[in-house]
């Protein structure tokens, strides 16, 4: 069966901090998969979402990519250029959280890019902090020798939590979504410092599901926010050490890619 242009996916977000402290948390969330080349008509199909205007629901490109308003296509495909994955592509799917409300925060966002014969090739991770700045993660989807597509890793170099410094490497995980989403990054630094990542269960993204996501998860996209700065208070109440921002950086947009390697 073909699978829809846009999905949405009902499922958690998670921390697992394992070092030098223990610190977890889950939070039950929706994201949305959507195809960059049917982003114009999808306020058609969908009653309450809004294309680069005010929405119940809404996706604004000045919130992603080069973040000034332009299309997000040409901005993955020269992420992808720029470290040497030159494959033509054929759709490139954004997950993310929607503007809810005119409001959105995505600590992670992540654009599944296809070939031509819509075979996986690479995953282009656009990672934000709460300072307004943005970096880029492009990881190759490359198999192991089991066939299933192996973690890939790069050393870390964008400040996101004062509670972890700039040591260590991730190391991703994904696979391409489906019926069920699963995104994971690993901080390792030495040992496994810190487990995040995203999981789900699909259905098309249509106005039910989009209001059922309403209605079960109010004001989604607060919460988010909220809950950053909550497990925050909660990390130093347990006494986990505040790294400062590095001083070098600014609190600006800066969309330098860094390629992950197997």
């Known amino acids: ?19 030098p402290l223990t610190h977890s948390f889950r939070y039950r969330v929706f994201t949305c998969l959507l195809d960059l080349d049917e982003l114009e008509t999808l306020p058609q199909e969908t009653h309450g979402f809004a294309y680069n205007r005010f929405g119940l629901f809404s996706l604004h490109d000045r919130d992603h990519g080069a973040r000034d308003g332009s299309p997000l296509r040409p901005w993955v495909e020269a992420q992808l250029a720029d470290q040497g994955l030159n494959t033509p592509c054929g759709r490139i799917a954004l997950l993310c959280y929607p503007r809810i409300l005119g409001y959105v925060f995505n600590p992670l966002s992540a654009y599944y890019c296809y070939d031509e014969a819509d075979n996986l090739f690479a995953v282009v991770c656009e990672v934000k902090n709460t300072f307004g700045e943005q970096h880029v993660y492009v990881c190759r989807a490359e198999r192991n020798e089991r066939g299933q597509l192996a973690e890939q890793k790069a050393a870390k170099d964008f400040h996101v939590s004062p509670f972890i410094d700039l040591d260590g490497q991730y190391t991703f995980r994904f696979q391409a979504p489906g019926p069920k989403l699963r995104l994971e990054i690993c901080h390792e630094g030495p040992g496994t410092l810190l487990l995040t990542g995203v999981t789900g269960t699909a259905e098309p993204l249509t106005t039910r599901t989009l209001f059922n996501g309403f209605f079960k998860y109010p004001l989604m996209t607060l919460k988010v926010i909220g809950a950053i700065h909550f497990e925050a208070f909660r ?4 006494g986990a050490k505040v790294y400062g921002h590095p001083k070098h950086s600014t609190p600006t947009a800066e969309t330098r890619p860094t390629i992950a390697a197997e």
């Open 235 to 238: 990390l130093w109440r347990k």
């Open 1 to 19: 069966m073909t699978q829809a242009a846009h999905q949405i996916y009902f499922g958690s977000v998670f921390h697992q901090r394992k070092q």
